[in-house]
């Protein structure tokens, strides 16, 4: 499978802190995107990191990509209860289709 | 500017009926992409849709189809449903193909097949 694998696959914290996902992949890609969705609705794209791209911020967000070991991570900081929500990754590995994670289901604790 | 759109919100169908679910995409956007998501086998790629052209298909049966029309708005269809169709239809838009642009959900057609 292209698929991603998004760890851990749930993470539970306190409001205030930082949480961090990690998405490990296969093949090669051109870009990886994260995004995030709210129980049962859609998805809400987050960032786009470029293949030649090895850190983006946004706002709390902070996404990493290391390509040499096909993995990127998406921090958080200062959660909030909004937080709480499935974040998945999605990597375009070149064949034009957007493959995604299984997720990281993320529990803020107010 | 006016989010993607997806009708209906739920359906509940009986194994061996057919159904058609509509995506109008945000305003000026080309692509159109469809999304299987269930418990077991989380997001996965159907088709997308480029300039009423079908860009990409995923590994899904023959049963699943689709088409866009000139105005961008899509429609899926699924013949011959099957209990494991049961999911959440997701459609998304994007200014051109999905790989390189973000990526803009709707909020999803809930398919219940008994």
């Known amino acids: 499978s292209q698929q991603g694998e998004e760890d851990p696959q749930a993470l539970s914290i306190q409001e205030g802190e930082n949480a961090t996902m990690n998405c490990s992949y296969k093949t090669s890609i051109n870009n990886l995107q994260w995004y995030r969705q709210n129980s049962g609705r859609g998805l809400v794209h987050l960032i786009l990191i470029r293949s030649n791209e090895r850190e983006k911020h946004s706002g709390r967000l902070r996404v990493t990509l290391d390509t040499s070991k096909k993995s990127s991570s998406l921090l958080i900081t200062a959660s909030r209860a909004a937080d709480t929500a499935s974040y998945f990754c999605?990597?375009?590995?070149?064949?034009?289709?957007?493959?995604f994670g299984t997720g990281t289901r993320l529990t803020v604790i107010p | 500017k006016a989010g993607v759109t997806q009708t209906p919100r739920y359906l509940i169908k009986t194994r061996g009926q057919q159904v058609t679910l509509s995506c109008s995409p945000i305003?000026?956007?080309?692509?159109v992409s469809w999304y299987q998501q269930t418990p077991g086998q989380g997001l996965q790629f159907l088709f997308e849709y480029f300039s009423e052209t079908q860009r990409n298909k995923g590994n899904f049966p023959g049963r699943f189809s689709g088409r866009q029309f000139s105005n961008s708005r899509s429609e899926m269809n699924v013949s011959t449903l099957e209990l494991g169709d049961s999911a959440l239809y997701l459609c998304a838009s994007s200014l051109f193909l999905s790989s390189s642009y973000e990526q803009y959900f709707g909020p999803g057609t809930r398919l219940t097949v008994t």
């Open positions: 305003s000026g956007h080309r692509s």
């Open positions: 999605a990597t375009e590995p070149g064949a034009n289709n957007l493959f």
